[in-house]
C-alpha cells in the first residue's frame, strides 16, 4: 500500500488499481487501515491522502487510489490505472480477473504491475507467476571475503549470534556482518520480458535478525514460517519499463523544495526504502 501511495505522490502515477480478493476484504482495508495510516504518519501520508466516504476511492496527491475486490468484474471497469496491485493474489477465487486488471493499463505509460501475496503453494498463483519472469535475488557483497552471499539461500547459517548476544547478518564464507544495503539485483534468468523480485524480511532495515531467528525457532510448521516471513515474493513483474522498485535512480518530475525532500524522507523511511551507497533504491520490505 504504501508503494501505491509512494507512486502516486512522487511518480507521477494518475491511478493505482489495488485488488484485494474479496469486497469483504476491501471494505475492512478501507475503514481500518487508511485511517492508521494517516493517523500514524499526519506529516507525509496525512497531508497527501484524503479519506473519503466512498469506501473504494482514495485520492492521493493528484491521483486516484481505486480499491476493489477481485471478484466483482463490474467494479474494475472504468477505472484507468498506471499501476495494478495484486493483494493475496492466491486466495482470490477469480484468477481470470488478472487479465481484465491488467487491460486497465492500456492507455497507461507506466504499466507496471505487483503481487504482494505470500506463496502458498508451489507452482501456483504468485510462485507460478515468479517463475515466468527474469527471477531477481538480492545479492550482497561480502566487505570481508568480497563473496556474493544470498541470505535467504542460506538461511538460518546466514544469522550468527555472537559472543557478545547480538545476533547479526553474517556471510557463510568468513563469518563477518554483512550490509544489506550492499547488494544489487541479479536475474537467475536474464533476457526473460517479465521481472520479477525475491523480497524477504532478511533483507529489512526494519526486522531485527533475532526476531527472525525466534520465530524460526517457535515456528509450528516450518513452511508457514517460510512463507510468511522468510521468503516473501512480493513480486513486481513490470510490463513495459523497469520497476521503479529496484536500484533506479529516483527520478523526479520536478526539483522538490526542501519541505518537499523532508516529506520524500520520511515516505522513505515508512516504506522501508533504503537509499544504498550508490544513491540507489531499494525496497526491502512490503
Ligand atoms: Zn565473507
Not at 492500456?106 to 504468485?126: C, H, R, T, Y
Not at 535512480?249 to 533504503?274: A, D, N, V
Amino acid at each position: 500500500m504504501l508503494r501505491s501511495i509512494y507512486s502516486l505522490r512522487y511518480r507521477g502515477f494518475k491511478g493505482v488499481l489495488y485488488l484485494f480478493p474479496s469486497r469483504a476484504e476491501v471494505a475492512d482495508f478501507s475503514r481500518a487501515r487508511v485511517k492508521n495510516l494517516i493517523g500514524e504518519n499526519p506529516d507525509s501520508i496525512g497531508r497527501w491522502l484524503s479519506d473519503t466516504d466512498n469506501i473504494g476511492l482514495k485520492k492521493v496527491h493528484d491521483g486516484h487510489l481505486y480499491l476493489r475486490g477481485m471478484v466483482s468484474r463490474v467494479g474494475l471497469k472504468s477505472v484507468p490505472a498506471d499501476l495494478v496491485v495484486f493483494d493475496e493474489l492466491d486466495e482470490a477465487r477469480d484468477q481470470s480477473a488478472v487479465d481484465m486488471a491488467i487491460e486497465r493499463m492500456a492507455q497507461s505509460e507506466f504499466k507496471e504491475v505487483l503481487m504482494l501475496p505470500n506463496p502458498s503453494l508451489p507452482d501456483f498463483g504468485i510462485d507460478a507467476a515468479f517463475q515466468q519472469t527474469d527471477q531477481c535475488y538480492w545479492l550482497i557483497k561480502c566487505q570481508g571475503c568480497r563473496r556474493w552471499c544470498n541470505l535467504v539461500e542460506y538461511f538460518p547459517e546466514c544469522l550468527r549470534e555472537t559472543a557478545g548476544g547480538q545476533t547479526i547478518r553474517a556471510c557463510v564464507g568468513c563469518e563477518k556482518q554483512v550490509d544489506i544495503s550492499a547488494g544489487q539485483w541479479v536475474a537467475k534468468r536474464p533476457g526473460a520480458d517479465r521481472r520479477g523480485y525475491q523480497h524477504s524480511q532478511l533483507h529489512s532495515a526494519f526486522v531485527k535478525p533475532a526476531e527472525l531467528l525466534r520465530k524460526f525457532r517457535t515456528a509450528r510448521t516450518l513452511t508457514n514460517f517460510y512463507n510468511l516471513n522468510l521468503v516473501i515474493f512480493s513480486l513486481a513483474l513490470t510490463l513495459k519499463r523497469q520497476s521503479a522498485f529496484t536500484k533506479e535512480k529516483i527520478e523526479m518530475p520536478k526539483k522538490l523544495s526542501s519541505k518537499e525532500i523532508y516529506e520524500l524522507r520520511e515516505m522513505l523511511r515508512i516504506t522501508g526504502m533504503i537509499a544504498s551507497r550508490k544513491e540507489t533504491l531499494c525496497i526491502r520490505n512490503r
